[in-house]
């Protein structure tokens, strides 16, 4: 049953074959300590998917909503797909190799309330780096930045996923133009319009990273993508923050900066990335 006091939380996720990770990514929704809510699985026409949707059927959770597209469409449409067939008061999302914390949703929802001057909620993440582990706490913390618009305006200090009530989402979408930081282009697109976010300081999110599975948002075209994202918001950017955005192009092509673009692109941030950069060779 739907109340103020238990709303329904829409969550989507979109899919292309990983089976097995999918699988993981629902089965830590299923362990959630909050129950009411309804998870919108879109599979982006996978190779192989019979797996997943057995899976999903042997649950017989009206809670599980299981689609499967004919044509693949990209992870943006995918998630706009998701998104705008969400019936919740709230949405958040997960990606198909992430997991979990059985408290992530009722962490959200015990500030909800912030999301009347806040556009949206985030949280510190656990990091998994292939290692094999019984409590999830014993993981590396990975904790994101307390918000604030200098650094924000730099880079994507939030991370992958947000908890904001779902007409938010739904009233800005994921660009399907963009082929990189699409992430970072849909939160800053919120941040203007409703407000700086609202950080919860509880870990309630597995990062699997290196898990040896194709990666759905990586691309050969994440020079253009980037590019494409600094054009569309530069005109948000202060000086600094074009300096850190344009800077961050040149290290996603891998291009030797000449001394001009070096003085012209110089900050005491950017000297110290250059700097590790160098160290790390």
Known sequence: ?????????????????????????????????????????????????????????????????????????????VRNQAILRAQGSYITGIDDDDEWMPNRLSSFLAQKHQLVSHAFLYANDYLCQGEVYTQPNSLPLYPKSPYS?????????????????????????????????????????????????????????????????MQITKSPKQFSGYFNFYRKHKNKFDKASKKYQLFTLYQIRNKRMSLRTLLALFSVRNSRRLAYGLRGK
């Open 1 to 77: 049953m739907t109340t103020p006091s238990r709303p329904l939380v829409s969550i989507y996720m979109p899919t292309w074959n990983r089976q097995q990770l999918a699988i993981r990514a629902i089965n830590s929704v299923l362990r959630q300590d909050f129950d009411n809510w309804e998870m919108i699985i879109v599979d982006d026409c996978s190779e192989s998917w019979d797996q997943l949707q057995a899976f999903i059927e042997s649950l017989n959770d009206p809670r599980l909503i299981y689609i499967h597209n004919d044509i693949n469409s990209g992870a943006c449409a």
């Open 149 to 213: 618009r200098k650094l924000f305006f730099k880079r994507n200090i939030i991370g992958n996923q947000v908890f904001t009530l779902a007409n938010r989402f739904k009233e800005s979408l994921f660009d399907t133009q963009l082929r990189a930081a699409q992430d970072y282009d849909i939160f800053l697109r919120m941040v203007m319009s409703w407000g700086e976010p609202w950080k919860v300081e509880e870990a309630t999110q597995i990062l699997h990273v290196n898990h040896g599975e």
